[in-house]
């Protein structure tokens, strides 16, 4: 006879799923924290450039002064979320929570170079090949560069309370120190038929030419990120060559307009002399 069914036998129950664990939306909050803050200095620095909003707004207010802040916070959220997703499940969540650390600690190191680039550089933004007989601008260049901008002396001076190490020197002093190449070219005649070619050469070098004559060459520079502008005019004597940059925006240049006046100096004298 078959056994009889026992119906107290208790039943197995049914196999369940294992259970989600916690812990991997956190992960993907921190990395879209990281990437919300990398987005708005990205975006800050496209509307700056394309002139929708000012530099004052852009760079110190949006940039230099929120920016800091917020990858700072990213950063210590990513930070929380790594070390929970390397106990929760380090194979899944980990990755997010170290790509939003990295990408927070890049944006916040960012910002110390450049802090650390203010030190080395002197709080300057003029450099001149020639300050014994200072290099001007046409009104037409300081009409473009309007009434806000750097101004354009014949000997500018660092303010003493603006720097430990260079306050109270004449820029003509720190250029001597930190800008050797910004020298006036001696004995180098450029003639009228070679201007063409020093104006080819600025627009190779990414200048806008506002204006030539036989003795002054004027262009401008505008950099590729908030679109900082720095106006350059080439002086042209009979025997010498002398330039001159200055940036617009009043902020130190972290050595862009020793770079600019060294690269003009050195096409100039990549050219032909021509005879007295």
């Given at each position: ?13 049914p ?9 991997f ?19 800050t ?5 394309l ?13 230099l ?7 700072m ?15 929760k ?22 910002f ?9 550089y002197?709080?300057i933004?003029d ?6 007989r ?5 009104e ?10 750097l ?66 060459i ?27 940059s ?9 050595g ?12 100039i ?5 021509t005879?007295s």
């Amino acid at each position: 006879m078959s056994e009889p069914f026992n119906e107290s036998r208790p039943l197995e129950p049914p196999s369940s799923a294992a259970p989600k664990k916690g812990g991997f939306a956190f992960a993907h909050l921190a990395f879209m924290v990281s990437a919300i803050t990398g987005l708005f200095l990205l975006g800050t620095m496209m509307v700056t450039h394309l002139g929708y909003i000012s530099l004052d707004l852009g760079f110190k207010t949006l940039t230099l002064g929120i920016g800091p802040r917020m990858a700072m916070v990213s950063l210590a959220v990513a930070v929380l979320s790594l070390l929970i997703s390397l106990f929760k499940c380090p194979t899944r969540r980990a990755p997010w929570a170290f790509a939003a650390v990295l990408l927070s600690g890049g944006i916040l190191g960012g910002f110390a170079l450049y802090h650390n680039a203010l030190k080395d550089y002197p709080p300057i933004a003029d450099v001149a090949t020639n300050w014994d007989r200072p290099l001007s601008f046409s009104e037409k260049m300081m009409a473009e560069r309007g009434a806000d901008a750097l101004p354009i002396e014949d000997l500018p001076r660092v303010p003493r309370n603006e720097s430990l190490d260079w306050g109270g020197k004449t820029v003509a002093a720190i250029n001597e120190a930190t800008c050797p190449a910004a020298k006036t070219i001696p004995e180098h005649i450029i003639t009228e038929d070679q201007i063409p070619a020093v104006v080819a050469a600025l627009k190779g070098m990414h200048y806008t030419v506002l204006g030539t004559s036989p003795w002054r060459i004027e262009a401008t520079y505008q950099d590729n990120f908030y679109g900082f502008k720095s106006d350059v005019v080439i002086r042209i004597d009979p025997r010498s060559v002398d330039v001159r940059s200055a940036s617009r925006y009043n902020i130190p240049d972290l050595g862009a307009n020793c770079r600019r006046v060294t690269e003009i100096i050195q096409a100039i004298r990549a050219m032909p002399v021509t005879g007295s």
